[in-house]
């Protein structure tokens, strides 16, 4: 059974950029989140995604979205980058409820 | 909304020398628990969790837990530590039938000396 597949890996952009992560579930998992990870905050819940519907959102500024799609796949996209946004990006996926969340390897996003 | 504290940032342990690493959680509501692990540059990969039944938890590498309810606690240990268990250790938390997420804790560094 494939993981959880992120792309990329890595990305580098540029204060004011937009970018967008990607994000493919384990087959049959319907539920995709993602994570924000960095040295001072920690692990952090940006939002949940479940049969293409937006489920839960963390407390991240609108600059922050999502969506899904039919196949479950997941995106998410930072409008107008900051500094403070470099950080790893964790995609996790579980059936309808977590009793076991599955993680990507991340997207390590650095703003300069 | 939960929280979930770490008491230990950093835990260094010599080889095949027994660690636990200490976790505690805010809500005394029914919670699923979990223990992950995170070598560098990687995702997180599940040691073990807790939905029900059996306080006692027993998952990947070697590594067990307990959990109290009484303490709000889920300590994790291991009787025999390898190098190859150096890594950042996660607890986290949810809520069923709540939202469909996980809280985590900070993060405790164990570093397991030759």
């Known amino acids: 059974k494939a993981g959880v597949t992120q792309t990329p890996r890595y990305l580098i952009k540029t204060r004011g950029q937009q970018v967008t992560l990607s994000c493919s579930p384990i087959?049959?998992?319907?539920?995709v989140s993602w994570y924000q990870q960095t040295p001072g905050q920690g692990l952090q819940f940006l939002f949940e995604?479940?049969?293409?519907?937006?489920?839960n959102k963390g407390n991240f500024p609108g600059r922050f979205s999502g969506r899904q799609f039919s196949n479950s796949r997941s995106e998410m996209n930072v409008s107008t980058l900051e500094l403070g946004d470099s950080a790893l990006y964790l995609c996790?996926?579980?059936?309808?409820?977590?009793?076991?969340?599955?993680f990507g390897q991340g997207t390590r996003l650095t703003v300069v | 909304a939960q929280s979930v504290t770490q008491l230990d940032s950093q835990v260094p342990v010599f080889e095949e020398a027994p660690v636990e690493l200490r976790c505690n959680y805010s809500?005394?509501?029914?919670?699923?628990l979990f223990w992950y692990v995170q070598y560098p540059n990687q995702g997180l990969q599940l040691l073990l969790k807790?939905?029900?039944?059996?306080?006692l938890v027993k998952g990947i590498n070697g590594f067990e837990a307990e959990f109290n309810k009484s303490q709000t606690s889920f300590h994790l240990r291991k009787p025999s530590v390898h190098i190859s268990d150096t890594a950042e250790y996660f607890c986290a938390v949810s809520e069923p039938g709540g939202a469909n997420n996980l809280f985590f804790g900070t993060g405790t560094r164990l570093t397991v000396i030759p």
């Open positions: 996790a996926s579980s059936l309808e409820v977590v009793t076991e969340a599955f």
């Open positions: 807790y939905l029900s039944g059996s306080t």
């Open positions: 995604y479940f049969s293409e519907t937006q489920r």
């Open positions: 809500s005394s509501v029914s919670v699923y």
């Open positions: 087959s049959g998992h319907r539920s």
